[in-house]
């Protein structure tokens, strides 16, 4: 099965920094990647995904993640981060099902607070 | 914009009780997933459906069962809740590009 981890159960930044929340993948095959939001008591909310191409990706809200295959990684990244960043990340790696078709499997998420 | 609406944000139910949670969404998608989310576990794949009337296990189907009966509805049933499915219940919908839309989940309580 594919899998992605999440090291990191929460990433603390201070406003205007440069952030990383890191995402590492296990995949037979070609990964297809994404990265979600939630923000609290919401549901989840599209950020970016790789299929293929360029492995930097540019996503919503100035977010963007790098593709690095050596390292079978998939970090999100922002310049500069803002206290409305503060919200929980989910790494997602497309997955197959037993019966056929396919699925979203996430990491555990990593809680991102950014502080004035 | 795709909207994928579940009817209830926060529901209390009885341990044994039957529970049914709701998902609609508006943008003829073919395919529609429930997950359910636990802190520390990230979100788990409990049924998905490909088509009307069609449907699979996902990841953790124990405990629960799912109707399709027209494509814009996806329901979640619980025969008989049990504390152990206190959890956030979360709906979604895909087109064929791996994106999903996600609802804004249902905070499910057993007591």
């Known amino acids: 099965a594919q899998s992605v981890a999440q090291p990191e159960d929460q990433v603390n930044v201070a406003e205007g920094n440069p952030l990383t929340v890191k995402c590492t993948y296990s995949?037979?095959?070609?990964?297809?990647l994404f990265w979600y939001v939630q923000y609290p008591n919401r549901g989840l909310q599209f950020l970016l995904k790789y299929i293929t191409g360029d492995n930097l990706v540019k996503g919503s809200y100035g977010f963007e993640a790098e593709f690095n295959k050596s390292q079978t990684s998939f970090h999100l990244k922002k310049p500069s981060a803002l206290v409305s960043d503060s919200a929980l990340y989910f790494c997602a790696v497309r997955d197959f099902l037993t019966g056929g078709g396919n699925k979203l499997t996430f990491g555990t998420g990593t809680q991102l607070k950014v502080e004035l | 914009d795709v909207k994928v609406t579940q009817s209830s944000r926060y529901l209390v139910k009885r341990t044994g009780e039957k529970v049914f949670l709701e998902c609609v969404q508006d943008m003829d998608h073919e395919n529609m997933f429930w997950y359910r989310q636990d802190p520390g576990l990230g979100l788990r794949l409990i049924y998905f459906?490909?088509?009307?009337?069609?449907?699979e296990k996902g990841d953790i189907p124990e405990g629960y069962s799912v109707s399709r009966e027209k494509k814009e509805r996806f329901s979640l049933i619980l025969e008989s809740a049990s504390t152990n499915q206190t959890s956030m219940y979360l709906c979604?919908?895909?087109?064929?590009?791996?994106?999903?839309?996600f609802g804004s989940g249902t905070r499910l309580t057993v007591v």
């Open positions: 995949v037979s095959g070609n990964p297809y």
């Open positions: 459906s490909y088509d009307v009337k069609m449907k």
């Open positions: 979604a919908s895909r087109p064929e590009d791996y994106g999903y839309t």
